[in-house]
């Protein structure tokens, strides 16, 4: 019958939708890391190689079940992902590989990379402490912990504890304290909110500039942001714990597939990140540092201040992450 | 009007049955999209084999008596904000007569373009401490102005009201311009008021319609992630996404997701039991009732009432939004977002053709069979939109992974070729994800409408020798026209809207404007959003003014 044909021309066509492009590519990403930051990176690649790259972008949990559900399948050579706890996940569930490369170890920072080589950071925040000009001297401030004094009473505000940066912070702040020693900075800082957490961290940082709080903790490209916005902003970062720790830092990263098709152009492609010329579209499309340290920082984020940061290797974040999401939650930490 | 019992209905069903040329086809049919929802959810219950007794350990320590409250408010609440919002809105642009009443009835359905996500969003952008609003009165007024506190649950419930409150209204209007004036003349014939006989008479008739569009409330009121993560009010989907990115635990997520699926199970169960008895079926079918002519300052009242929802829901947000994408356009807007909106539309548009189809036959095989296991599964085909969109998304996923990999071991080991993965990526699979995701949105337009197809109408068509599909064609469809276009517009509104299914099935190059939505706000960068949602809101608009002018002809 000619319903049927119809039928089964219909359904072709939609399988071939979509399936005919994916053939034929060089390298094939799966990426964590938005499109509008990421991108630009993949089209200068292609420019400079001429190896073209596909890629999906999804938030870090569904790539990695996607990964784990294709298994020895997959299309995707290279998984981006942003926080070092998801990748350290990502290595954990089997989805990446190690990668020697003597070029990956020369550039990247040893504490910013897998002590097992399966994943490598590629650009660098700090999350630290941000503050309103108006209200607060800098000479006040000085280390995480003491954000729980009584003189930040009603002055603090937070990010939810659901956004992986806070729980990487808090994971650091186990790492140096232990549990308790944690549980107790977290409930003196829940106990001086003025006002529930937000759901980002430039909302929060609006809230400080409208006068709801007077300090916050922030990773740094989201001031970097809000200040290429607005030059006279009222606020400043504050760099903590330079006297002990240091600040804590985070990454964006990547490791190669388990069961890469393209692993050497996979690998081609994340020496390529950790170089120079990478290393600067990577801070000047989201003001982060660079993780190579004979790159310069970008003279934007520079001009924030030098700091001491932390040289706790991320793995932490990542081995910690489980204890800190319930700490938070027993402290009601929301 | 006539609301009878349904006793007739077994022995009338047994009557025509021989008129169907299969009679199992029907039921078959349901057979298959009922399974097509019940894999994902089957592998949501397979997560129970390793319980994950520390993490419930863990939340009912700490955070679990919360969520239920939480997610137990917003629903109570919800839900009641919808059906008072939806049903007085209803009745007035549906029955009575005041200034600006048809320039109103469509205009009132436009929220149902904009994404609850975007709502929350412009909302806290708008009235939070830092917003334009609180920011003036405290210049105004000072530092201590009291403002209530947005990012709370009733912040939250009333954001949700205002973006969900259009299918009730949808929904009820439908039922309501058909009975109109006459149910109320009807019911002060038999001595009422009119406040009584709406009461008693009007509201009652109106229940199927009401019911379905309440239970489409709080099917999304329960798995939204959107709106409640930008307020950061802690719900049962919170907890779910938590469990997963956070503990890394899918199989505890699915176990949460599972109960989830438990409640709306129920829920729906409870809706068919409510109605079951019932029949609700039209004596004569009049286009366009009498309407009740409001009268004095209650005419103004009317006109005032409706600009206000009309302007918080919609214009208000419209505007804010407009004023974002001015603001970004220059840096935002590429040739990119042909493609985009290309996508969007593409999809939307064969997806809603193929929910309506599939909730079309649904509706009629539950109507041709009226036993048990027909009607749950009919419950079960209209369970996805219940879901937290990624955890159905992973359900989704497994499977079809699953099986591409079959294919491809098989093709190796049979044929020794190598194939690539078949399923996976491409447009086919979307568009049975969204049809798993948004059948409910479909069917229960549809069957509302269905519930006015009284077998007497059947009886008659048969008589004067139509069957089978010809009296489908001939019958019913004319008199499902309304129900038939309204499942259309919800399912194109709901899947433009959709993110997570479709970021994680899309094929490679596939990005819409939901997903540029995401890439956006998932960095907190909620102004250059403003441009995708903008022209989101604008697609969406579209089916609603077709629709609008299809039902009100």
């Known amino acids: 019958m000619k319903k049927h044909h119809l039928f089964a021309a219909l359904v072709l066509t939609l399988l071939s939708l979509g399936a005919t492009n994916t053939f034929a590519k060089e390298l094939v990403i799966y990426s964590a890391r938005n499109e509008q930051l990421i991108k630009p990176l993949f089209d200068a690649y292609t420019k400079e190689t001429g190896t073209e790259i596909s890629f999906i972008t999804d938030k870090a949990g569904p790539l990695l079940q996607r990964l784990k559900s294709e298994g020895k399948n997959t299309r995707a050579d290279l998984l981006i992902t942003v926080d070092a706890g998801n990748l350290w996940h990502a290595a954990r569930e089997g989805v990446l590989q190690p990668v020697e490369s003597i070029i990956l170890q020369a550039n990247i920072l040893v504490h910013l990379r897998d002590p097992g080589n399966q994943w490598f950071g590629l650009s660098l925040r700090a999350r630290t402490i941000v503050y309103s000009t108006e209200r607060v001297k800098p000479a006040d401030l000085s280390t995480y912990e003491e954000l729980g004094a009584p003189q930040w009473k009603d002055r603090l505000l937070l990010r939810t504890s659901k956004k992986v940066y806070n729980q990487s912070l808090v994971a650091m702040l186990i790492a140096e304290h232990g549990e308790d020693g944690a549980e107790q900075v977290i409930r003196s800082w829940v106990a001086n909110l003025a006002a529930k957490p937000f759901s980002n961290d430039t909302k929060m940082m609006q809230a400080i500039l409208a006068g709801q709080g007077d300090v916050g903790i922030v990773n740094t490209y989201y001031f970097g942001r809000l200040l290429k916005k607005n030059p006279e902003l009222k606020l400043a970062l504050f760099w903590p714990n330079q006297k002990s720790t240091g600040v804590h830092v985070n990454i964006s990263g990547a490791g190669v597939t388990r069961y890469a098709k393209h692993t050497e152009a996979a690998i081609k492609f994340l020496e390529w990140l950790s170089s120079e010329k990478a290393q600067n579209l990577f801070a000047d499309g989201n003001m982060e540092y660079p993780v190579n340290q004979s790159v310069a920082t970008h003279p934007d984020v520079a001009a924030w201040g030098d700091f001491k940061a932390s040289k706790q290797n991320l793995a932490i974040a990542g081995q910690l992450q489980n204890s800190a999401i319930r700490l938070m939650d027993r402290a009601d930490y929301r | ?553």
């Open chain 2, 1 to 553: 009007m006539q609301q009878s019992e349904d006793t007739t209905t077994e022995a009338s069903s047994r009557g025509f049955s021989h008129l169907i040329p299969h009679p199992s086809g029907w039921q078959c049919f349901t057979l298959i999209i009922a399974l097509l929802v019940f894999i994902p959810l089957s592998i949501l219950a397979f997560a129970w084999l390793e319980p994950a007794w520390d993490i419930w350990r863990h939340l009912q320590e700490t955070l679990l008596s919360r969520l239920l409250l939480n997610t137990l408010t917003l629903v109570v609440g919800v839900s009641t904000g919808t059906l008072l919002l939806g049903i007085s809105l209803a009745w007035l642009t549906g029955a009575c007569e005041f200034p600006g009443r048809k320039h109103f009835s469509w205009a009132l359905l436009l929220p149902l373009a904009m994404p609850t996500y975007v709502l929350a969003f412009v909302s806290l952008g708008i009235f939070d401490f830092s917003g334009p609003v609180q920011t003036q009165l405290r210049a105004w007024f000072g530092r201590n102005i009291w403002f209530p506190d947005m990012r709370s649950a009733g912040g939250v419930i009333l954001v949700m009201t205002l973006a969900l409150y259009p299918y009730v209204y949808l929904l009820t209007r439908n039922a309501f311009r058909t009975q109109g004036k006459r149910a109320l003349e009807a019911a002060e014939s038999l001595g009422c008021t009119p406040v009584g006989g709406f009461f008693r008479v009007v509201l009652p008739m109106a229940r199927p319609w009401i019911a379905g569009g309440v239970t489409l409330v709080m099917m999304e009121a329960l798995a939204d992630f959107g709106a409640v993560s930008i307020f950061n009010y802690d719900t049962f989907t919170t907890a779910i996404y938590k469990t997963w990115f956070g503990f890394f635990s899918l199989p505890a997520a699915a176990q949460l997701s599972s109960l989830l699926v438990a409640m709306v199970f129920l829920l729906v169960a409870l809706e068919q039991r409510l109605r079951k008895r019932m029949r609700f079926a039209q004596s004569r079918l009049a286009p366009q009732a009498d309407r009740v002519q409001l009268t004095g300052t209650c005419r103004w009242l009317a006109t005032g009432y409706c600009s206000l929802i009309l302007s918080i829901a919609f214009l208000l947000p419209s505007l804010q939004l407009f004023r974002w994408s001015l603001n970004v356009f220059h840096e935002e807007f590429d040739s990119r977002y042909l493609g985009l909106l290309g996508h969007s539309l593409l999809l939307a548009l064969i997806a809603a053709v193929v929910i309506t189809a599939v909730a079309l036959l649904l509706s009629y095989a539950g109507r041709r069979h009226s036993d048990r296991l027909t009607h749950a599964l009919i419950r079960t085909a209209t369970l996805g939109y219940a879901l937290p969109g990624t955890v159905l998304a992973v359900g989704i996923f497994i499977p079809l992974a699953w099986l591409d990999n079959l294919m491809i071991d098989l093709a190796h080991n049979l044929f020794g070729i190598d194939i690539p993965q078949l399923l996976q990526g491409t447009v086919l699979i979307m568009i049975v994800a969204y049809t798993i995701r948004f059948m409910a949105a479909g069917f229960k337009s549809i069957d509302s409408s269905m519930h006015r197809v009284t077998t007497n109408i059947d009886e008659a068509s048969r008589l004067m020798g139509l069957r089978g599909i010809k009296l489908l064609a001939r019958v019913h469809l004319p008199m499902l026209r309304g129900g038939i276009f309204t499942a259309l517009t919800l399912a194109f509104v709901d899947v433009m809207k959709e993110m997570p299914i479709t970021l994680m099935t899309r094929p490679f190059g596939w990005d819409t404007l939901a997903v540029k939505i995401f890439e956006l706000t998932s960095e907190g960068e909620w102004e250059r959003a403003a441009l995708p949602a903008l022209t989101l809101l604008l697609c969406g608009l579209v089916p609603i003014v077709l629709l609008m002018r299809e039902t009100d002809k």
